[in-house]
């Protein structure tokens, strides 16, 4: 059974520094493009950042400069390095295999809030 | 950077009657062209890729349709279990974004 599984989301401070990760299970994540997608509170759905499986990567222009996306292989884990942190990085973050649209079961989320 | 654009943004519609979706992208998208179901507190789920393809386990009273830049999600008989927000999002072209969603309440 394909399962995703984030963690990692917390409070943090404007200016900080946050990894979330998203075990995966029933696939190879390696073999996918997987995306990380976000939802502000109340708000619609954000694409963040992909990586390709042969390991290129891409960012939304909102996040260029400041969010890292990687994976472990031996873990089967694709994690999002968060930097500089702002208040309107606060949001559920989602990871999901990625064709173009975003396969289900998507992950249960991650809220990420960014405030003093 | 392509637009896409739901309508309305609230429908509301008495359970069994059948629920018309709109997504209009700003540019050819071709087929290229997902729907997703969120309720509250959930992730969202995929429904129709491909504009027109249901994904795996979706029920057959989903349907998509349109090409190019305009595009419906139908649900020919509302269940309870269809009250939700509704997304569309192009990936055509980078990036990929979504609607702003159509969120179907009961009526």
């Known amino acids: 059974e394909v399962q995703l599984v984030e963690s990692g989301g917390g409070l943090v401070q404007p200016g900080g520094s946050l990894r979330l990760s998203c075990a995966a299970s029933?696939?190879?994540?390696?073999?996918?493009?997987m995306s990380w997608v976000r939802q502000a509170p109340g708000k619609g759905l954000e694409w963040v950042s992909v990586?390709?499986?042969?390991?290129?990567?891409y960012y939304a222009d909102s996040v260029k400069g400041r969010f890292t996306i990687s994976r472990d292989n031996s873990k089967n884990t694709l994690y999002l390095q968060m930097n500089s942190l702002r208040a309107e990085d606060t949001a559920v973050y989602y990871c999901?295999?990625?064709?173009?649209?975003?396969?289900?079961?998507w992950g249960q989320g991650t809220l990420v809030t960014v405030s003093s | 950077e392509i637009v896409m654009t739901q309508s309305p943004a609230t429908l509301s519609v008495s359970p069994g009657e059948r629920a018309t979706l709109s997504c209009r992208a700003s540019?050819?998208?071709?087929?290229?062209l997902a729907w997703y179901q969120q309720k509250p507190g959930q992730a969202p789920r995929l429904l129709i890729y491909?504009?027109?393809t249901r994904a795996t386990g979706i029920p057959a009273r989903f349907s998509g349709s349109g090409s190019g830049t305009e595009f419906t999600l139908t649900i020919s008989s509302l269940q309870s279990e269809d009250f939700a927000v509704y997304y569309c999002?192009?990936?055509?072209?980078?990036?990929?974004?979504f609607g702003q969603g159509t969120k179907v309440e009961i009526k």
């Open positions: 999901a295999r990625d064709h173009g649209y975003y396969d289900n079961p």
């Open positions: 029933g696939f190879t994540v390696s073999s996918n493009y």
């Open positions: 990586i390709y499986s042969g390991g290129s990567t």
């Open positions: 540019q050819s998208v071709s087929s290229n």
């Open positions: 491909g504009a027109s």
């Open positions: 999002q192009q990936y055509n072209n980078w990036p990929r974004p």
